[in-house]
């Protein structure tokens, strides 16, 4: 069993910057896909970003388009997502996820088995 806790959310003006972490407890997360979703009231999950336990494969969001930058450190128990030139459209509350499985399903929030339970992201104009 694996619990994770995001942390580092907060309000942010819009072009500036906003690290997020999430921190693993019970098992170590160096064999688990690690990703990102985000999501706003009354609308479904959205995919952020995902990381290989190798640690050199990533994928993005298509709205991410450069700006924002997942790792991890497994020393740590750690994967974080730095965001950069963030926009009003940002705002949501972040989610860390752990998997097994890596490839385009990465995408998917039902690839995942633990989450967490959010941390708020708002960006204002």
């Known amino acids: 069993q694996v619990q994770l806790r995001e942390s580092g959310g907060g309000l942010v003006t819009a072009g500036g910057s906003l690290r997020i972490n999430c921190i693993a407890s019970?098992?170590?997360?160096?064999?688990?896909?690690m990703g990102w979703f985000r999501q706003t009231p009354g609308r479904d999950r959205e995919f952020v970003a995902a990381i290989h336990w190798n640690g050199d494969s990533t994928y993005y969001g298509d709205f991410v388009k450069g700006r924002f930058t997942i790792s991890r450190d497994d020393a740590k128990n750690t994967v974080s997502l730095q965001m950069n030139s963030l926009k009003p459209e940002d705002t949501a509350i972040y989610s860390c996820?752990?998997?097994?499985?890596?490839?385009?399903?990465?995408?998917?929030?039902?690839?995942?088995?633990?989450w967490g339970q959010g941390t708020q992201v708002t960006v204002s104009s």
């Open positions: 996820a752990a998997a097994h499985h890596w490839g385009s399903i990465v995408m998917a929030p039902g690839n995942y088995d633990y």
């Open positions: 019970g098992h170590t997360i160096s064999k688990y896909v």
